[in-house]
């Protein structure tokens, strides 16, 4: 059996591998559809990271640097790529009793051939209703993120909402957005396709960050209020300065994005200094939740599976291109890392 694993810095190959005997409380999946994460998976698969030379202490909320001939944070040679998985579950543990063998089932993992997780009291393991859309189920990493986003720029009924950078995040983002009542939701890329696919679910314009100045067109598109909310999932720092432009006074920028060391030109002397803008560093994974004790992570997972699964929200459009298993190496180093253009969330479909 072989898996997927980044073998060096931006090189995708397989490797063959053994699963280890499922234990008393495990369950077995063989595979049948898998995606990448795109946005702190690549940095990753690039070796750009920090956590290669340091590790985040919870204890200081900081990077600390690793101890000195300590192993990297990214160990290449056995990074396995890929983290979400939709297949049938072929073996069960002698303790499992939620699950049963045949049942379709989704979950965190790796791009590999058979996955085994805990099968108890195991909330990140979903249970696939008859009909749902494996495309929607793999897209349950990214929903949360996007979910956490709207959330922390407290969108709310009539408001004027600007989404940059319409990847897997930005898309449900956009459907999110135009669903709590945003009267009028702005899409941001430069890539007409991504674009058209905003303004089939949900988006009321999108604008062109190539051939249009975003904050603007914005205030055009706002009376000249500007955006309520600006949910920045594109870690472009020419698009952050448009989003301190486009702000509307004591507006929130929700910075949903793994952000980058940004280059010279970013200017807070401009707009910023002006507008009373509020950023917001967004991430679902980060605990407690702005809103605890009533909301969580668990329960912004369990929200978006919800609407994943009854179908409010539509990820058909989202996975894009598919690709074989055999042909997944050659496609994560292409569609993923060398030309991102190409695709918003690649989808992985291994043959029977």
Known sequence: MKKLVAVKP??????????????????????EFASPKHGTEVIDFRGHTPFMDEHFSEEWRMFIPREENSEKGIVFGEFQLGNMVVGKIIEIGQDVTEF????????YGPIRETVIVNGVDNPRLRRMPEGAKWQ??????PAQFAMSGVRDAHVRAGDF??????????????????????????????LVH??????????DVCLDPVTEDVGYEVKKLT?????????????????????????AYGGVISYV??????????????????????IVFSRAASEPNPDYPRWNRKRIEDTCWEL???????????????VTFTDSAKAYMKYVDQHPELSIKMGIEFKK
Do not use: W
């Open 161 to 190: 909402v600007v989404v940059a950078g319409l990847g897997a995040i930005g898309q449900i983002a956009i459907q999110l957005a135009k669903k709590a009542g945003a009267s009028n939701v702005i899409g941001v890329d430069p």
């Open 308 to 322: 994943l699964m009854n179908g409010y929200l539509n990820c058909e459009d989202i996975i894009e291109p598919i």
């Open 136 to 141: 929607n189920a793999v897209c349950y990493d």
């Open 100 to 107: 049963k063998i045949g049942e379709s089932v989704c979950t």
């Open 10 to 31: 931006r090189v995708a190959a397989f490797i063959e591998y053994e699963d280890h005997t499922v234990k008393p409380h495990e369950v077995k999946i063989k595979v």
């Open 257 to 278: 994005a793994f952000g980058k060391p940004f280059p010279e030109g970013l200017n807070f002397g401009r707009e910023a200094h002006f507008n009373n803008a509020k």
């Open 194 to 203: 991504r674009r058209e696919i905003a303004l089939k679910n949900g988006a």
């Open 223 to 247: 009376n000249k209020i500007g955006a309520d909310s600006i949910i920045e999932t594109s870690g472009n720092s020419a698009s952050l300065q448009s989003a301190l432009k486009g702000i």
